[in-house]
């Protein structure tokens, strides 16, 4: 209890402390991690105020690394599927433009996948910019990726073989560059079946002030001044990785994606362009490759959608405007598991 009392103040008041104590930053960088502050008390506590007395999931410390845990929320719904011994495993990986966020800000869409699917669904977390700059984040995801793989049977009756991950923005972004790991793709028997981002970054060889902005975007933009904090996660070693899909996963080989993608755009957002880009290609280079059936690629546009518009409050944005896009989220992972023989029983 002791613990995570601790764990969540040091969480909470991270963006405090570094701009304080962490000299190893420079100045420019810390004041605007001090000025994150006051945005970390309402992102953070918005996504996880509802689950203070009631939570549909299981707080862990995954031993990923001799000197540190991740933690990780796992949701797994009681019951019975058909067809295969274990249930799926999905992985979810949450945004923060690479400086920050909880693993519960995509909690309410982990509940609906294990509720809907049946799948043991785990919500990670990283390491964050600037005090930890590219690889840090994806090395963290790639290092437990695998550790899940490894003691998912065991730990909680899951099956690495059927295995999914999603992640919306720097997640979106984490989520595509796992993939490049051997492990992941290809033959591999734990290669990801299945993957979702919404909102995902998958272009870092540019700074965020040098992307196209769509004709829908605000023409001012109220947090222009933390630009170089949101940069801070790829400019100190942009120079040296500039063809490194683990950074920017519009690189990637259509051989390192699974079969099945799903991508949702918001189209006021400045992310627009690259994730469409990124689909385009993908697919047509599929089809130059003879490539049968439908686009390995599903791309589902909101053109009322704006960055992070989906994992806000009810209050905020009205229910129904999201429910079009989770509810194809929930039927995408059922589609790939009932391809693999499982199929949840959401009766019983």
Known sequence: M????????????????????????SWSMRWRVLLLQQFVFLTYTIPA???????????????????????????????????????????????????????EQDARICEMWANETGAIVLSITYRFAPEHVFPA?????????????????SRWG??????????????????????????????SPTAYKGIITAYGVYELRLSPWQKPVPEKMPKSDPTSFLQPLFDSYAAPIRAKHVEDPRLSPI???????????????AEIDILLEEQTQFAKRINEEDQRAGWLGKPRIETMFAPEGFHGWLELPDSIVKKELKTPYWTRCVDFLKEIHQSEGWTWDTQR
């Not at 437990?144 to 793989?149: A, F, H, L, N, S």
């Not at 899951?158 to 290809?186: E, F, R, W, Y």
Request: glycine share 10%.
């Open 2 to 25: 002791t613990h995570n009392v601790f764990n969540g103040l040091r969480i909470l008041f991270r963006p405090l402390l570094v701009g304080l104590f962490n000299t190893t930053i």
């Open 49 to 103: 105020a509802p689950y203070l007395f009631s939570r549909p999931f299981v707080t862990e410390y995954l031993p990923v690394f001799p000197n540190r845990s991740v933690r990780t929320l796992v949701f797994k719904r009681n019951g019975k599927g058909t067809g295969r011994k274990l249930r799926p495993l999905h992985i979810d990986i949450h945004g923060g433009a690479f400086i920050g966020g909880i693993a």
């Open 137 to 153: 984040a994806i090395d963290d995801v790639d290092a437990t990726v695998q550790w899940i793989k490894d003691n998912a049977e």
């Open 158 to 187: 899951a099956d690495p073989t059927l295995l999914t991950i999603s992640g919306a923005s720097a997640g979106g972004n984490m989520a595509v560059a796992s993939a490049q790991q051997a492990k992941c793709h290809g033959a």
């Open 251 to 265: 690189l990637a080989k259509r051989e390192t994606l699974p079969n099945r993608v799903l991508m949702v755009i």
